[in-house]
C-alpha cells in the first residue's frame, strides 16, 4: 500500500514557521511572502484535520505536540538534505571535470569528444569554458580535476602535457585576399580589415612585431568576443583574422580559409593537459589523458600529411 504524505510545500512552510514561531521569519528564509506561509500551513491543517498553531491577535503560539511534529520534520529535511549531497558527491566522484578555453573547446576538442564517449560510454564528463584567461589556481582550489591551459608547459606542482602548438598567422577567405591582390606584404595590412578577438588581444601585435610590421596599428578593424568568431568572420570574407595553425588547419586543408602569408610566427606557447600530481594514477584521469595524448598523435600525423594541402592554399603558391 502506497504512502499518502502530506504535500511536502506544506511540510516545509509549517517546519520552518514551528521552528521560528513566526510566519514572517518562515517567509524570510523560505524566500516566499508570510501570507504564503499561512495558506501552506492552513493546507496542512485541512490534510491533517487539526489546529497546528494557537493563533491570538498579539502573538503565535505552538503546542507541546505540534513543536515535537516541527522538530521531527526538522530532522527528516535534514536526512534528505544529508542523502542528497551523498548522491551528489558520489556522482561527482564518477565525473571527470575538465576546464579549457572555449576556442579550443569548439574548434578542437568537442569535434573529438564523440570518439571518447563511444570508447568509454559510463565515463561522465563535466566540461567548462571560459573566454577569459584560466586562473592557475583553479586546479589547486578543487574546482577541477583537469585543464587545458596555454602557456609553456612550466607549472608548478602541476603535469602538463603538450596537446597543440599556438603558432599565429593571418587568414581569409579567397575572395577577400584576390580583393587585396593576392599574396600581401605586412604594410598592406594597414588598408586591411583586421578581425580581432578580444578574448586573445595580443595575437596581432605579436605576429606584426615578429613580421616587421611594428608601424601597423593592430587596434582597428572589428572586434570580437572570441577567435570562433573572428575565424567565422574571416571565412564570411569580411577581412582578415589571426590564426591559430592548429585550430585554423582543417579549414586551410578545406580552403575556406587561406593564408596570404608565407611566415608563421611561432611565440613558443601552446595547448597544454594539466592535472595535480595526485591525480596522476586516478582512473578518471588515466583514461582520459592516454585517450586525448592519442588523439594528438593522430592530429600530428594527419598534419604531416595534409601538409601539402595546406601548402597549396597558401596564396603565394596557388598563384
Known amino acids: 500500500m502506497s504512502k499518502r504524505l502530506p504535500p511536502l510545500n506544506a511540510l516545509r512552510a509549517f517546519e520552518a514557521a514551528g521552528r521560528h514561531v513566526s510566519f514572517t521569519k518562515a517567509a524570510e528564509e523560505l524566500f516566499v511572502t508570510p501570507g504564503a506561509i499561512s495558506r501552506q500551513i492552513k493546507l496542512l491543517e485541512d490534510v491533517l484535520g487539526l489546529e497546528l498553531f494557537e493563533r491570538t491577535s498579539r502573538e503565535l503560539r505552538i503546542p507541546n505536540e505540534t513543536r515535537e511534529y516541527a522538530m521531527a520534520l526538522g530532522d527528516a529535511f535534514d536526512q534528505i538534505n544529508r542523502a542528497t549531497q551523498r548522491l551528489l558527491t558520489a556522482h561527482r566522484a564518477r565525473s571527470l571535470r575538465i576546464h579549457c578555453p572555449m576556442t579550443f573547446t569548439l574548434r578542437w576538442l568537442m569535434p573529438r569528444l564523440p570518439l571518447f564517449h563511444r570508447l568509454y560510454p559510463t565515463r561522465e564528463i563535466q566540461l567548462t569554458t571560459t573566454l577569459l584567461p584560466i586562473p592557475a589556481n583553479l586546479i589547486y582550489l578543487g574546482d577541477v580535476d583537469v585543464v587545458i591551459q596555454m602557456g609553456k608547459g612550466d607549472w608548478p606542482d602541476l603535469i602538463a602535457h603538450r596537446l597543440a602548438g599556438s603558432a599565429l598567422v593571418p587568414v581569409c577567405s579567397r575572395d577577400y585576399a584576390a580583393a587585396m591582390g593576392g599574396k600581401m606584404t605586412v604594410d598592406m595590412l594597414a588598408e586591411a580589415t583586421l578581425l580581432r578577438s578580444m578574448a586573445r588581444p595580443d595575437d596581432w601585435r605579436d605576429w606584426l612585431d615578429a613580421a616587421g610590421g611594428e608601424a601597423i596599428d593592430d587596434q582597428r578593424g572589428l572586434h570580437f568576443e572570441s577567435s570562433s568568431l573572428a575565424y567565422q568572420a574571416a571565412i564570411e570574407g569580411i577581412g582578415i583574422a589571426i590564426g591559430q595553425v592548429s585550430l585554423i588547419a582543417e579549414d586551410l586543408v578545406t580552403g575556406r580559409l587561406v593564408t596570404p602569408f608565407d611566415f608563421v610566427h611561432d611565440n613558443g606557447?601552446?595547448?597544454?593537459?594539466?592535472?595535480?600530481?595526485?591525480?596522476?594514477?586516478?582512473?578518471?584521469?588515466?583514461e582520459f589523458r592516454d585517450w586525448i595524448l592519442a588523439q594528438v598523435v593522430e592530429f600530428d600525423a594527419w598534419l604531416v600529411q595534409s601538409q601539402g594541402r595546406l601548402d597549396r592554399y597558401t596564396v603565394s603558391q596557388r598563384r
Do not use: G, H
Open 269 to 286: 606557447n601552446a595547448y597544454y593537459l594539466t592535472y595535480a600530481k595526485q591525480m596522476e594514477n586516478d582512473s578518471r584521469l588515466v
